[in-house]
């Protein structure tokens, strides 16, 4: 009995300084920075009135979980409103975006930062804010973005190279594991090995970019 309280005491403290380790890492990532008018004129009440500093944690509240491509669209998201509004805190709904393919996490991230909504014309009157444009497609294991001020029209095109995030053991575990993951088949050293490259690279992108694995240009 005793033994086992042992066992249990080292499983409890090994999970409680991994759970800090991954809260440390992700506090790295910084804040990110945006007004909302709509906080005002609803009658929100908060210290900083209209402006929100959004984490990569209140993205792991909205997805439910911290990955390799939502945490790569809270970074792009920071760099490209650093460099579309600079020395400005930006507005939400200021922006435009356009992706060559639809990633669920990366999309919601950058919803969840910006306010705008994929395809949000077809419900409305006014012209779509964020949509998956195929044609804007790269050579493979890349994401190719498009991001543009609504005021001033300024773009800058992001491309996202997972030839250079990922290492080769990387691509082949997101590759043959996830899909298993999804079906429910995956054995239980999966899901543990999955879980482990996915703080690996999530790690990576925070801490130690690969060069060329992000790369962002100004279009005008």
Do not use: W
């Not at 890349?142 to 800058?156: M, P």
């Amino acid at each position: 009995m005793k033994i086992r309280k042992s066992v249990l005491l080292v499983a409890i403290s090994i999970f409680s300084f991994t759970s800090n380790a991954q809260q440390n890492l992700y506090k790295r990532a910084g804040v990110i920075k945006i007004k909302d008018h709509k906080s005002i004129i609803a009658g929100t009440i908060r210290n900083d009135k209209d402006i929100y500093s959004i984490s990569l944690n209140d993205i792991d509240k909205f997805d439910g979980h911290i990955c390799g491509c939502n945490t790569a669209g809270f970074l792009i998201t920071k760099n490209i409103l650093k460099k579309l509004f600079p020395n400005e805190i930006p507005n939400r709904n200021s922006i435009k975006v356009s992706i060559s393919e639809y990633n669920r996490d990366m999309i919601d991230a950058i919803c969840f930062i910006t306010g705008i909504r994929l395809n949000a014309g077809q419900y409305t009157n006014k012209a779509d804010e964020f949509i998956v444009e195929k044609t804007l497609a790269g050579k493979k294991g890349t994401t190719v973005l498009v991001f543009e001020r609504k005021d001033n029209g300024k773009k800058i095109k992001v491309i996202l190279d997972k030839n250079y995030l990922l290492t080769k053991e990387e691509m082949i575990t997101i590759e043959t594991i996830k899909p298993k993951i999804g079906k429910k088949t995956a054995t239980n050293a999966e899901k543990k090995q999955f879980a482990e490259v996915t703080r690996a690279i999530v790690k990576k992108e925070i801490t130690n970019l690969p060069d060329k694995a992000i790369v962002y240009t100004e279009l005008n």
